[in-house]
């Protein structure tokens, strides 16, 4: 059976003339990857790298070491024995040593800080987003607490309470008094 269609497939990329036709490119498979001539590479890993490298750049420590071998590198072609020096007084492939340095500084650094813009963004977005949610639980609960102060403006208060007991209470004394009296005179 895997025979058949193989025989079909060959019979189908040839034309009548014998000649291998191009294979069908078909919309509902993916297109075979083409062989690429250059390397590829993991722009991840790359940008890591030169946060490393831009971080290193950074530090104390490079500069330490930049001014050693700079310091090394003069007092050895200014002091050492003529046929051992490989850089004369103007220095020249120091120079160039040190242009190379800074070429490949700068576009490292620059890749360093754009990878730390995206995070920068990537963060202020985040940030944004919890602030909105922040701000609209704030208004919520601003208007449960209106409601709740409305709703506890209609609630009698303890104070109220108090007074009006104490006004029925001296009613209810008055009124004792009162009958108290009248019995009194009544009786008499």
């Known amino acids: 059976m895997a ?9 189908a990329s040839t034309g009548a003339s014998g000649l291998m036709r191009p294979p069908r490119t078909r ?4 297109k075979s990857p083409r062989r690429r001539l250059l390397p590829e590479y993991d ?19 490079f500069i330490v070491w930049m001014t050693l071998i ?18 004369e007084y103007p220095f020249i492939f120091l120079t160039l040593m040190l242009s190379l340095q800074a ?32 701000i609209a639980d704030t208004e919520y609960l601003s208007r449960e607490i209106a409601a709740l102060r409305m709703g506890l403006g209609e609630v009698a208060t303890r104070d109220w309470i108090r007074s ?21 005179e009544g009786d008499r």
């Open 103 to 134: 070429s490949y500084a700068a576009p490292l650094i620059l890749l360093a800080q754009n990878r730390q813009d995206d995070r920068d963004r990537v963060t202020h977005e985040q940030d944004r987003k919890q602030n909105e949610r922040s």
């Open 3 to 11: 025979a058949d269609r193989e025989e079909r497939s060959k019979a």
């Open 164 to 184: 009006e007991l104490q006004d029925m209470v001296r009613d209810m004394e008055d009124r004792q008094i009162l009958l108290t009296s009248e019995s009194d």
């Open 27 to 30: 919309l509902d498979q993916p």
């Open 70 to 87: 700079i310091i090394v590198w003069v007092a050895w072609n200014i002091w050492a024995p003529k046929d051992l020096r490989w850089d």
């Open 43 to 61: 722009p991840e890993a790359f940008g890591r790298f030169s946060e490393r490298i831009a971080r290193f750049l950074g530090t104390g420590r």
